[in-house]
Every structure is written in structure tokens, then in C-alpha cells.
């Protein structure tokens, strides 16, 4: 079946410094990558949407300056979140969408940000 | 506003008997709905969908219906196993497929042994 790999999985940083997030999907064309945050017992919350070579969009309220997103291959996207602040711990969740095969929604095993 | 809501935020069962979980939106141009189990500190795993073009979906032991008219899907899953502990998510979407998807605040489900 269709998988997506997130690394790294867990990752504890100093306020100030920039995290980044890598989510691959390992046996098809992710032709858009979506990123998502879930809080403590809380729903997945839509950050952006990218898709290949062009530039995310961005859910009301996200900071595109803050949250960086690239998704330079079909195979591969990223998010950098800038200058992190203790506010910006969260899980963070990458799901990809692709075409062919039985593919459509998949999703990463998340990434748990720790700022301290 | 939340479009997509799971009114219950727990549920427990027995083993073997029925789980039942509710989802409603509010958006009426969501064409396409999923539901989706998740673990913590895990991603969900996408469990069953369907389409507005139709009312019913099964697959194994899970049933998703829906019910246009009164913007409502539920998943049924029978009969239920300890396994199946864990937050359970609707998700909604519109349009052409892989747009984006919303989703609901989740239900916790327990099945007791």
C-alpha cells in the first residue's frame, strides 16, 4: 500500500532555532502534500496545501513566513517552522495525495515538536 | 465555524457489540467523506469513505452511511475488538479529488474485554 515516511519523528529545539520536517511518499507520486497540527486532544488542523513546484497555500491565520513549505519533487516535501517559539509545540502531520494506483489520502506518522 | 463536528467525544463498548459513531457537517458542497482511526503520537489510518453519490459502504466490519438530506454519516463497526481503541475521525471534502480535507474533533472509542 501507499506509505509516507515523516522524520523526524519526534524533536526537541531551543526557542529561536528552525526545525524542519521532511515527509516522503516512498512507492508513489505525491502530486499535493498537505501539512496539518493537532493540539492535546484536538482535531488535525490544516496548515497549507502544496502542491509540486508551486507555492503552498496557506489556512487563514497560518504564518507563511513562519512555516515554511517546499515541495520541490513529487516524492518529497518539507516544512520549516522559523525562529520556533514554546507556542508553536505541536504534533505536526503531513498527508499525501497521489495518483495512481489505490492512493488517496496518506498520511505521515506525525512529528512531535518539542520548543523549550 | 466548525463544518464538520463529532458530537461525542467518547464512546465505550463491550466487545463484540456495535460501535456507532456520528459525524455532521454543515457544508453542504462536501462530496466526499472518510473516516479515519488514530493511535496517538501516530498519523491516522484511513479506514473506509464514501462518495455523495451514495448512502452505504461496507467493508469488513465497518459500514459508513450517509444521510444527505440531513448532512449526517456514521460508521458502524461490528463487531468490535479491543484493537479498535483509539480516536476515530471523520473528515469531509469537496470537489475535485484530492482537495483538502476538514475534519472532525474525533471520538475516543474504548471496547472493554
Known amino acids: 500500500g501507499a506509505v509516507v515516511s515523516q522524520h523526524p519523528s519526534w524533536v526537541i529545539c531551543k526557542s529561536g532555532t528552525s526545525v524542519k520536517i521532511e515527509c516522503r511518499s516512498l512507492d508513489f507520486q505525491a502530486t499535493t502534500m498537505f501539512w496539518y497540527r493537532q493540539f492535546p486532544k484536538q482535531s488535525l488542523m490544516l496548515m497549507a496545501t502544496?502542491?509540486?513546484?508551486?507555492?503552498?497555500?496557506?489556512e487563514q491565520g497560518v504564518e507563511k513566513d513562519k512555516f515554511l513549505i517546499n515541495h520541490a519533487s513529487l516524492t518529497l516535501s518539507t516544512l520549516t517552522v522559523t525562529s520556533a517559539h514554546p507556542e508553536d509545540s505541536s504534533f505536526y502531520i503531513c498527508?499525501?495525495?497521489?495518483?495512481?494506483?489505490?492512493?488517496?489520502?496518506?498520511f505521515g506518522s506525525g512529528t512531535r515538536l518539542t520548543v523549550v | 465555524d466548525q463544518q464538520v463536528k463529532q458530537n461525542s467525544p467518547s464512546l465505550s463498548v463491550q466487545e463484540g457489540r456495535i460501535s456507532i459513531l456520528n459525524c455532521d457537517y454543515t457544508?453542504?458542497?462536501?462530496?466526499?467523506f472518510l473516516w479515519y482511526k488514530k493511535y496517538p503520537a501516530e498519523g491516522p489510518t484511513f479506514l473506509i469513505s464514501i462518495s455523495s453519490i451514495k448512502d452505504k459502504n461496507e467493508d469488513g466490519r465497518f459500514t459508513v452511511f450517509l444521510n444527505k438530506s440531513a448532512k449526517h454519516l456514521s460508521l458502524h463497526i461490528v463487531p468490535s475488538q479491543p484493537g479498535d481503541s483509539a480516536v476515530y475521525f471523520c473528515a469531509a471534502s469537496e470537489g475535485a479529488a484530492g482537495n483538502k480535507l476538514t475534519f472532525g474533533g474525533g471520538t475516543r472509542v474504548l471496547v472493554k474485554p
Open positions: 498527508s499525501a495525495y497521489g495518483t495512481g494506483g489505490n492512493h488517496g489520502y496518506t
Open positions: 457544508n453542504s458542497m462536501f462530496d466526499y
Open positions: 502544496s502542491n509540486e513546484g508551486s507555492k503552498a497555500t496557506y
